[in-house]
């Protein structure tokens, strides 16, 4: 307990700090991957990365103020780089078999997460089949759809954005097959940008989202906006630590080819408590959080209190 | 695009109309139609219709003939999955589509108890018992005729192998109950109709089933190059909504006429699925170049034990099935069983005792070997009550009361249960050796499970026609059903061959089934359905 304070306490001071300071905090991903962790250190959220160390030998990419210059239209949360890299595998959103596969397998998992909290939340019947029904809910960072599409059918009115055009295209498509699913409004846009015209749900969900983004702080507080009054926000993603690296990384997308490579960057992956942070200075309250596991031998997933790896977090909107 | 729509809406308004007038020619009230006779043929195919539909209000989805599900075969495994869907809150909302051209489903007919039993049993497990109470089905089988037994009696023709189990082995009140298949049917047909349910009966046959072309690789233009089914008198822009509307929908087309579309085909139609066929699942299997002769039979005496003898050309089973009936399920080469269904009936008699007497060879007799095995028992304080109970003859076999029908055997199993919106339950996905008589079991097994993967995908907002989703029913069940499926076909092969020491290694089974007491225990769960593996559980 006393460790994880210190640690906080290190990233608020850290987050703070305005000099740079040669960045230490993740050793293995520099030895194993420098040409990766190099790049993806540099594009780390303001709040938390600090410039790569002067020391690192890899050739400069375009760094994360690089990426705001080449998205004029839209707020800095967004990082052009992987926008471009998930449009360029949009098509296989809905393919089972396809990149998004290790998703869909973990969809269930983390949507009975959301169903349990928003259910106890917003005082529904679990056992209804469409207990979300006249619930306004966003989806960020949406995708093909593959969380919206089960928010609507569980009853929601579901609103997905995507910074990827080519993502909206192909969930659109793919929700117009189901009445269920057909009401969805997908809007290629970012929370940003929707914060600016006023809008407000009664719950904002973005899962496996905060990982992608450039500016964590600014991207929290526009979820913070959209938040109702009295609404919800869940946020998922994947852990900083060895055992993320070890699995996200080396696992999944070098020796299972699970995600295709250089789909996460480590170094920009946020630890609970700084999530908790983040969220916190973004007048979100965290209430509730849950791991997701992997079992191999069964191939499935199931919540449990073990944040090392992926893990869901359930915020309301305090008042600061 | 609202053009469209009100286009649509306006057509299915005419649709409705014309529905009604069709069925206010035929309003009947319900109770005289559940009287009507079955061979009614098509008029009497209509009332169905109408009664379902007053009963259901079902108005919309009957005359867009859009469904979540299509359960294609109603019959016991069929019913049981509608059933069970009405009973989980999770999924009692969806609307499912029942399509068998059995005129007995749209009937309402209380069986007399007092009839002479149907020859087409099914031996119950108590497995199976607690999902029919599970789904509300059960009370209705406990009105009707049904035979619980506590014992079971297996020996084979050698007189070397002989077991008997008892319920109370295990600690329960019976090892399985006999039902006529008809009752099972109309119960699960009763039960579904006290429930609120959205469900529509089509009494026809399926003719045909297609897929519309993929969402994914289709932009909008493909949609209406994929949509020819739609008829030429309607605007383009009707079609474009119709097949975005139908887009992810199956379309099944039936011998009357009608079609119908689901997001999710159920194939329960038997050993010969058609539905299996169409969606190209492949099966592997073989005959046994074996047939089963089943009839109906009487005793002076009420039997309240299942018996069944291994004879050199298969098995034979005398099942009670209430009052002073059993039922025989005899298995033997097909040129035999064609004899024993034509002699007569004073003959097939004669054979039945003979069969489940002396015929064929001796009765087990308790041996040294015997009395080893029960020392041993005793000493390991395992042993179980009925290691003391001894050989018994069956009751005397008195008179044939029902027709003797045969039937082929085979194993079957489909390579895959499942494709994209397409799923096997029952013998259409595994048809088994009726030696033990789990066949149906398994299908209600299927069923259940079948439920239950439903509603987990429903609570987490899963398009029930996913593929990855059925795939969870597969996983599960496909490791039951083959473990069961090559636990009988052991058993077939086993007895196939008259061979000394194969004959001796066959008692020496027995034995250890009879005398190793938690082995017992495990065969005696197993076989009930509790259990899911044999061994080591």
């Known amino acids: 307990m006393a460790r994880r304070s210190l640690h906080l306490f290190r990233d608020l001071y850290r987050s703070r700090d305005p000099f740079p300071k040669p960045f230490l905090q993740n050793p293995i991903a520099t030895l194993l991957h420098p040409a990766i962790s190099s790049a993806l250190l540099q594009r780390r959220s303001h709040a938390f990365a600090a410039p790569p160390p002067p020391a690192m030998q890899n050739p400069k990419p375009s760094n994360g103020s690089g990426d705001e210059n080449k998205s004029p239209t839209f707020h800095s949360s967004l990082n052009e780089a992987e926008v471009a890299k998930f449009s360029a595998i949009a098509e296989t959103w809905w393919d089972f078999e396809g990149p998004f596969k290790p998703l869909h397998l973990m969809n269930p998992t983390r949507i009975s997460f959301v169903r349990s909290t928003l259910c106890r939340?917003?005082?529904?019947?679990?056992?209804?089949?469409?207990?979300?029904?006249?619930?306004?809910?966003?989806?960020?960072?949406?995708?093909?759809?593959?969380?919206?599409?089960?928010?609507?059918?569980?009853?929601?009115?579901?609103?997905?954005?995507?910074?990827?055009?080519?993502?909206?295209?192909?969930?659109?498509?793919?929700?117009?097959?189901?009445?269920?699913?057909?009401?969805?409004?997908?809007?290629?846009?970012?929370?940003?940008?929707?914060?600016?015209?006023?809008?407000?749900f009664d719950a904002v969900i973005s899962l496996e989202v905060i990982e992608h983004v450039a500016d964590t702080l600014e991207f929290c507080k526009s979820l913070a906006a959209l938040t109702a009054p009295t609404g919800a926000t869940v946020i998922s993603t994947i852990n900083r630590s060895v055992r993320s690296y070890a699995t996200a990384i080396i696992a999944a997308e070098y020796l299972l080819n699970w995600l295709p490579k250089g789909t996460h960057q480590w170094s920009r992956f946020l630890t609970p408590e700084e999530l908790v942070l983040i969220l916190q200075r973004a007048s979100i309250s965290v209430q509730e959080m849950a791991g997701f596991v992997y079992n191999p031998l069964t191939g499935e997933w199931s919540l449990s209190d073990d944040t090392s790896v992926n893990f869901i977090v359930f915020g309301t909107k305090g008042s600061e | 695009m609202?053009?469209?729509?009100?286009?649509?809406?306006?057509?299915?308004?005419?649709?409705?109309?014309?529905?009604?007038?069709?069925?206010?020619?035929?309003?009947?009230?319900?109770?005289?139609?559940?009287?009507?006779?079955?061979?009614?043929?098509?008029?009497?195919?209509?009332?169905?219709?109408?009664?379902?539909?007053?009963?259901?209000?079902?108005?919309?989805?009957?005359?867009?003939?859009?469904?979540?599900?299509?359960?294609?075969?109603?019959?016991?495994?069929?019913?049981?999955?509608?059933?069970?869907?009405?009973?989980?809150?999770?999924?009692?909302?969806?609307?499912?589509?029942?399509?068998?051209?059995?005129?007995?489903?749209?009937?309402?007919?209380?069986?007399?108890?007092?009839?002479?039993?149907?020859?087409?049993?099914?031996?119950?497990?108590?497995?199976?018992?607690?999902?029919?109470?599970?789904?509300?089905?059960?009370?209705?089988?406990?009105?009707?005729?049904?035979?619980?037994?506590?014992?079971?009696?297996?020996?084979?023709?050698?007189?070397?192998?002989?077991?008997?189990?008892?319920?109370?082995?295990?600690?329960?009140?019976?090892?399985?109950?006999?039902?006529?298949?008809?009752?099972?049917?109309?119960?699960?047909?009763?039960?579904?109709?006290?429930?609120?349910?959205?469900?529509?009966?089509?009494?026809?046959?399926?003719?045909s089933m297609s897929f519309r072309s993929k969402y994914a690789s289709a932009g909008t233009g493909t949609y209406q190059a994929s949509n020819k089914s739609i008829s030429s008198g309607t605007t383009l822009s009707d079609d474009t909504s119709e097949q975005i509307h139908h887009g992810h929908l199956v379309k099944l087309d039936l011998s009357n006429g009608k079609s119908l579309h689901a997001k999710l085909v159920v194939g329960a139609d038997g050993a010969k699925s058609r539905i299996r066929e169409i969606a190209g699942l492949k099966t592997t299997g073989?005959?046994?170049?074996?047939?089963?002769?089943?009839?109906?039979?009487?005793?002076?005496?009420?039997?309240?034990?299942?018996?069944?003898?291994?004879?050199?050309?298969?098995?034979?089973?005398?099942?009670?099935?209430?009052?002073?009936?059993?039922?025989?399920?005899?298995?033997?080469?097909?040129?035999?069983?064609?004899?024993?269904?034509?002699?007569?009936?004073?003959?097939?008699?004669?054979?039945?005792?003979?069969?489940?007497?002396y015929g064929y060879g001796p009765h087990p007799q308790s041996s040294f070997l015997d009395h080893y095995m029960e020392r041993f028992s005793r000493v390991t304080r395992h042993g179980t009550l009925s290691t003391a109970e001894y050989f018994e003859v069956p009751p005397k076999v008195t008179n044939v009361v029902s027709e003797r029908l045969a039937f082929p055997l085979s194993l079957m199993h489909a390579r895959d249960y499942a494709s994209e919106q397409v799923v096997l339950i029952g013998d259409a996905a595994h048809t088994v050796h009726p030696l033990a008589g789990q066949g149906v079991n398994l299908g209600f097994g299927d069923a259940s499970a079948l439920a239950k993967v439903i509603a987990e995908g429903v609570k987490v907002g899963t398009n029930i026609g996913e593929l990855s989703l059925l795939k969870q029913y597969e996983k599960e069940r496909k490791a039951a059903n083959v473990t069961m499926m090559a636990i009988l076909d052991g058993f077939q092969k086993a007895y196939s061959v008259d061979l000394g020491p194969i004959n001796l290694l066959r008692a020496a089974a027995f034995h250890s089934a009879q005398y190793i007491a938690p082995l017992k225990k495990n065969i005696i769960s197993y076989a009930m359905g509790e259990q899911k593996w044999p061994l080591f559980s």
């Not at chain 1, 679990?126 to 966003?138: D, E, M, N, T, V």
């Not at chain 2, 999770?90 to 108890?113: F, Q």
């Not at chain 2, 037994?149 to 295990?170: C, E, K, P, S």
């Not at chain 2, 209430?322 to 009936?345: A, C, Q, Y």
Request: glycine letters at 6%; a neutral charge.
């Open chain 1, 121 to 200: 939340h917003f005082k529904k019947d679990p056992y209804c089949a469409r207990p979300f029904q006249g619930l306004k809910i966003i989806d960020v960072g949406c995708g093909g759809g593959i969380l919206s599409e089960p928010l609507a059918r569980m009853g929601a009115t579901v609103t997905g954005i995507d910074a990827a055009e080519k993502n909206i295209k192909i969930a659109r498509i793919h929700a117009a097959s189901d009445p269920l699913t057909s009401s969805i409004e997908y809007i290629c846009t970012t929370a940003e940008e929707l914060v600016k015209g006023n809008k407000k």
């Open chain 2, 2 to 207: 609202m053009a469209a729509l009100s286009t649509l809406l306006v057509k299915r308004g005419i649709a409705r109309k014309v529905v009604a007038i069709i069925y206010n020619l035929n309003v009947i009230p319900r109770r005289n139609f559940c009287s009507v006779d079955a061979g009614g043929g098509a008029h009497s195919n209509l009332r169905v219709e109408k009664a379902q539909d007053s009963e259901e209000k079902v108005e919309m989805t009957t005359e867009s003939g859009q469904h979540d599900i299509a359960i294609v075969g109603g019959g016991m495994v069929g019913l049981a999955l509608a059933c069970a869907l009405s009973s989980i809150p999770l999924t009692k909302h969806l609307s499912v589509a029942i399509i068998d051209s059995n005129p007995a489903l749209g009937l309402r007919t209380c069986l007399m108890k007092d009839d002479i039993p149907d020859s087409r049993v099914s031996t119950v497990t108590p497995a199976t018992i607690s999902f029919f109470k599970e789904i509300g089905a059960w009370e209705y089988v406990k009105q009707q005729r049904h035979a619980f037994f506590n014992q079971m009696q297996v020996w084979d023709y050698t007189g070397l192998g002989y077991t008997r189990y008892n319920a109370r082995d295990v600690g329960k009140e019976c090892l399985g109950c006999v039902v006529e298949n008809k009752v099972l049917c109309n119960s699960l047909l009763l039960c579904l109709q006290e429930k609120d349910f959205e469900k529509t009966i089509y009494p026809a046959r399926l003719t």
């Open chain 2, 286 to 357: 073989w005959n046994y170049s074996q047939s089963a002769v089943i009839c109906t039979v009487e005793h002076t005496v009420e039997n309240h034990c299942a018996w069944q003898r291994f004879l050199p050309s298969g098995p034979i089973a005398l099942l009670p099935i209430g009052d002073k009936f059993s039922n025989i399920v005899w298995t033997m080469s097909p040129e035999e069983s064609l004899r024993h269904k034509s002699m007569s009936k004073d003959d097939f008699v004669k054979a039945v005792n003979h069969a489940l007497d």
